[in-house]
């Protein structure tokens, strides 16, 4: 499939998307803070369907025009109305991913007739957990520690986090561990802050809180998916609350948080076999 570039103009961002032509249902498959090019081996799974990868404001293509900083879900949200109203064929069938998944969320919350099927897969929706306090303080900590120390410290503290088997002790932030050296990282501070994951959708997106009332009452399917491979970890768990809240059983997809991925950022998954459990899925009745 050769996918056609496009623009939108939309509140305080200039979005760029990717349309790949189908004669199926429009798939959207969106993430964040990843770009539309960690979907390219998942789209491939699919040209039977117009499948539609976008960036999300602030992030590669997408540029935030407003005078902004941070974006939050209810912000990506409407970025993501804007676009399914462009695009048109609505409503769409949306596969979400991480923090896309959060922003998925949100977009059903607000517009629950352009979604035919979300499918949520692992949202660290945080406020969920059963340790929310300890998580929260965790994932406030990292973002401090970036705003003193700069992205090694922080970006190792945060690798470490989405690897945490069960809940967060409390005082985590402060426990000492490797250096960004170890990762292949500088301990040096370039003075930048202006990292897409640390500092522009850290906060707004670990401190979401689903509205489970409405989003219950939304007519669109809502299926929450878990890695196989990422049990206890902090999205997985995440994901397990976001489906409790949501009163159904959450399904578990292959391998692990990126389990779609085919090489993408030096990372695979199993994408064969994780696009063959998105098509069962959305072809569920």
């Known amino acids: 499939m050769t996918a056609e570039t496009h623009t939108l103009s939309t509140d305080g961002a200039e979005i760029t998307y990717d349309v790949r032509p189908g004669d199926g249902p429009t798939l959207l498959l969106i993430g964040s803070p990843m770009d539309a090019g960690g979907f390219a081996t998942l789209a491939s799974h699919f040209p039977d369907r117009k499948v539609v990868t976008y960036d999300p404001r602030g992030i590669s293509r997408s540029k935030l025009t407003g005078g902004q900083t941070t974006s939050t879900p209810e912000q990506h949200a409407d970025d993501l109305s804007r676009l399914i109203d462009t695009v048109g064929d609505g409503p769409v069938d949306v596969f979400a991913s991480s923090g896309g998944a959060v922003n998925g969320l949100a977009l059903v919350t607000a517009h629950p007739e352009q979604v035919r099927t979300l499918v949520a897969h692992e949202p660290p929706a945080l406020p969920v957990l059963p340790d929310r306090e300890n998580a929260l303080a965790a994932v406030q900590g990292i973002y401090d520690l970036y705003q003193k120390s700069g992205a090694?410290?922080?970006?190792?503290?945060?690798?470490?986090s989405t690897s945490v088997k069960g809940e967060i002790p409390a005082g985590w932030i402060d426990q000492p561990g490797p250096s960004p050296e170890d990762f292949g990282m500088s301990s040096q501070d370039d003075g930048s802050r202006d990292d897409i994951l640390l500092s522009q959708n850290l906060i707004s997106c670990t401190h979401y809180e689903p509205d489970f009332a409405k989003l219950r009452a939304a007519a669109t399917r809502i299926v929450v998916g878990v890695g196989e491979e990422s049990k206890d970890e902090l999205?997985?768990?995440?994901?397990?609350?976001?489906?409790?809240?949501?009163?159904?059983?959450?399904?578990?997809?292959?391998?692990?948080?990126?389990?779609?991925?085919?090489?993408?950022?030096?990372?695979?998954?199993?994408?064969?076999?994780?696009?063959?459990?998105?098509?069962?899925?959305?072809?569920?009745?």
């Open 235 to 285: 999205a997985h768990r995440a994901g397990e609350g976001v489906a409790a809240g949501l009163g159904v059983e959450p399904v578990t997809f292959p391998s692990h948080h990126g389990g779609f991925l085919g090489g993408e950022f030096g990372q695979m998954g199993d994408p064969d076999n994780f696009a063959a459990k998105l098509r069962e899925v959305l072809e569920a009745k």
């Open 152 to 160: 090694g410290p922080a970006m190792v503290k945060f690798i470490l």
